[in-house]
């Protein structure tokens, strides 16, 4: 009964969060640098994501394959390798140097 | 559906295709690993479908099967989707009019919608990105996590697969465009620094929020545009 209600209010708590922003910017009028402004915190949040999800498990540094894996990934990008590509050898990378025993 | 595979293009559809395939192996996992470890089945489809926020739902089973209390568990989640606020005052404008679309449209509100959505150029390819994103993963997650909890522990360590990495380089990808310009530039390699610098000190979803510290480095880098970038790169 408790876990009902605990994901519940976790649920609801996460929805909140994410209507807040659409709702309050229904109401305020913003001009175009507050938008701009706006468009960049979330590529900022997002490149936070990337970092911390790339190099930390927990509170500890997640080890070699992962960040490997994401340069590689980063590199095709940015050599605007396709998408797919992008992702299987980012995949694919760390999968191999698990593989071979790197961490 | 027609429309927005017309204004997608096959290109499209197939990135968020293969991000559904990597987010539908998690999902498995992350139902495999929560019946594994002592919750009932419904507990974990009943999260997916409430909170559909993968590193949350991770928190929440991965604190309360550690002993921990549920409502702490509950805060913590709380802590790590904090971010879906300036998120939403980013994508706002995707939802198109109606109470329908706002509510549905908030709640489809994630790392690989947000991102999808900016990695568009113009206003009608970012509405059909973020809806199709969005549905497709909700879909593709609360399915995967069903099967997960019924299959126990088929695939507990996603690790083995690289799968651990394609997450951060899939956000990666769609964000690189959009750090052409010189301040956003700055202002996510400040942010970023941040988040892993605090990350051992704060509690989780915490690091993330305090990138958002970087954010003026926008403006810093729009007035003066060739001196600031060399001094913040350096």
Redesign the interface.
Known sequence: M???V??????????A??????????KVELNARAE?????????????????????EG??F?GI??????L???VL??RKA???V??L????????L?LLGVP | MRSIQRTLGRDLMRDIGLVCLADGIVGLSYGAIAVSSGFEVWVPMLLSVVVFAGASQFLFIGLVASGGNPIAAVVAGLLVNARHIPFGFAVGDVFGKGWGRRLLGSHLMIDETVAFALAQEDRRRRRAAYWACGISLFVVWNASVVAGAFAGTAVSDTGAFGLDAAFPAVLLALVLPSLKDRGVRAAALAGAVLAVAATPFLPAGLPVLLALLAVPLVLVGRNEPDKTEAGVNA
């Open positions: 408790l876990l009902i605990c994901a519940v209010v976790l649920g609801a708590g996460t929805f969060f994410r209507f807040a922003g659409p709702a309050l910017r229904a701009k402004l706006m468009a960049a915190a979330a590529v900022v949040l997002l490149a936070a994501l990337v970092a911390t999800s790339a190099l930390i509170t500890e997640a394959a992962r960040p490997a894996g994401v590689a990934g980063g990008a940015w396709p998408f797919v992008v992702v050898a980012a995949a694919a990378t760390a999968a191999g698990r």
